[in-house]
């Protein structure tokens, strides 16, 4: 079984916002698998689905973005997945605007959802996507500048990028994900 977690802030207010490109990911999937988010259980709204004979839970925690672990890790537990077979998806101040990055480890690089995944799974050795949203203009505040919508231009680019990240998830059903990677990551 295979745990695909994008993360985010629950709430309208947070819709569409830099920080929750990685709900936008779980979206992108929910809707190419008709497997909408029905359940409210671990701090999260999740679905099971099977895609190609392989059982799949797409999650968004609801904890809020500094506390994603506390849904992460009780799912994983209950559903007995290892590691191995998540992938987090999540946003990155240190990539340039629509660019990806898959890792399958690392440090949580000043991300809290991070901080806390790897605080609550005991590891840093976890899959991730690492979607880019570039650096705040001179002058922002780095809260008010994740907590901030794409404009029109940068969303057309995101588009591309939320399906390219489901993309490389869908290959994680077929493939290790060091195969995904390198795949993606030259892409």
Known sequence: MKLVIGLGNPGKTYDKTKHNIGFEVIDELAQRWNAPLMQSKFNGAFSKTIVNGEKVILLKPLTYMNLSGESIRPLMDYFQIDPQDIVVIYDDLDLPMGKMRLRQKGSAGGHNGIKST?????????????????????????????????????????ELVIKKSADACERFLEKPFLEVMNEFNGA
């Open 118 to 158: 790897i605080a609550h799974l005991g590891s840093q050795e976890f899959n991730r996507i690492r979607i880019g949203i570039d650096r705040p203009p001179r002058g922002m505040k780095v809260p008010d500048y994740v907590l901030s919508r794409f404009s029109k231009e940068e969303w057309a680019e995101m």
